[in-house]
């Protein structure tokens, strides 16, 4: 049986249509037909942009991060797919975090949606630190659709190792 290791939390049913759909060859036509594009964000600091005009609109009393970017080194697994932390800094007598979001290289060729849904993924980490019933009703807020674009990217993930590609 193929092991589904981005599916690996859905139930065996849905575990079970997914490798039908691969068997069949219709998982990939699938995809490219839901998700035809690439974004255009390609730069660190366009995707510093990016995320900064999201939290703008939908999280306009957090703190910034202090840096946003591509990371090449960012192994991807089931769990991650970005990572958002800090980095402490000195400020006089007192120690300051600085948010920093890092999103796995890999999505520099993902469609609009993938990046979206990751970018407010790590955003919604700058209200609510677990995730809990608040944190993806906020990802529900800045992304109606984000329970799907998060299924449809594991499947993105799951085409993509399949295929041999590099970064999955």
Not at 20 to 47: F, N
Not at 48 to 70: C, G, I, M, S
Not at 87 to 115: H, T, Y
Request: aromatic share 8%; glycine share 6%; with cysteine.
């Amino acid at each position: 049986m193929l092991p589904l290791r981005y599916l690996a939390g859905y139930p065996e049913d849905l575990q079970r249509q997914v490798r039908e759909a691969i068997a069949q060859g219709r998982l990939t036509p699938m995809l490219r037909s839901r998700y035809p594009g690439t974004h255009p964000v390609r730069s660190d600091g366009a995707l510093f942009d990016y995320t900064l005009a999201l939290k703008n609109r939908f999280l306009r009393n957090a703190e910034p991060p202090a840096r946003v970017l591509f990371d090449s080194r960012l192994q991807l697994t089931a769990h991650a797919l970005g990572i958002n932390g800090g980095l402490p800094r000195m400020q006089g007598n007192r120690i300051k975090w600085k948010r920093e979001i890092r999103v796995a290289s890999v999505f520099k060729d993902a469609p609009p949606e993938f990046l979206r849904m990751i970018v407010v993924h790590e955003l919604a980490h700058l209200k609510e630190s677990e995730h809990d019933r608040a944190f993806y009703r906020l990802c529900n807020h800045m992304e109606p659709a984000y329970h799907q674009l998060e299924f449809d990217l594991r499947l993105y993930l799951t085409q993509r190792e399949l295929s041999g590609l590099p970064g999955a």
